[in-house]
């Protein structure tokens, strides 16, 4: 039941974060401002494209998806090195996101006064760090 439960939540973030980056990278512009790391004079570090809004969207598809399949509330063949090990490197992925590169991005950067590391500190990196524990809390309930 728990597994369940964490599971439905983290396949519907993912879904949610997915949907996003779909209309980012067919060119929407809500909250794409903010979900990208500025420097000190507020000019963008980053300029994703369509290729990689794409490929980030599909990322996190496949996650969702992923997570279902691992709490069996969809069957799908997966080859056993990804049955075995995929939850750890989902964690892995999450929790040092979270980290961050210690520059602009996770609760350790420096550059934190612009409005992606206020929001970044508030939402992005909190958000991150729970999905990169609960991941691993499925990978230890197996």
């Not at 597994?3 to 060119?27: E, P, R």
């Not at 490197?89 to 612009?114: D, N, P």
């Not at 409005?115 to 809390?137: E, N, R």
């Amino acid at each position: 039941m728990l597994t369940t439960l964490i599971g439905l939540l983290l396949f519907f973030t993912f879904s949610f974060l997915s949907v996003i980056h779909f209309y980012w990278g067919l060119g929407g512009k809500w909250g794409a401002n903010a979900a990208i790391p500025t420097n000190a004079n507020k000019e963008k570090v980053m300029n994703p494209r369509l290729f990689e809004c794409f490929v980030v969207a599909f990322g996190l598809l496949g996650f969702g998806l992923f997570i279902l399949v691992k709490t069996k509330i969809l069957s799908f063949y997966l080859p056993n090195w990804l049955m075995k090990y995929g939850l750890w490197v989902l964690s892995t992925i999450f929790i040092l996101r979270a980290i961050g590169e210690f520059k602009y991005v996770g609760f350790f950067k420096k550059i934190r006064s612009t409005h992606f590391g206020q929001l970044d500190t508030k939402y992005y990196s909190p958000l991150c760090l729970a999905i990169g524990l609960l991941v691993m809390v499925l990978a230890l309930m197996r």
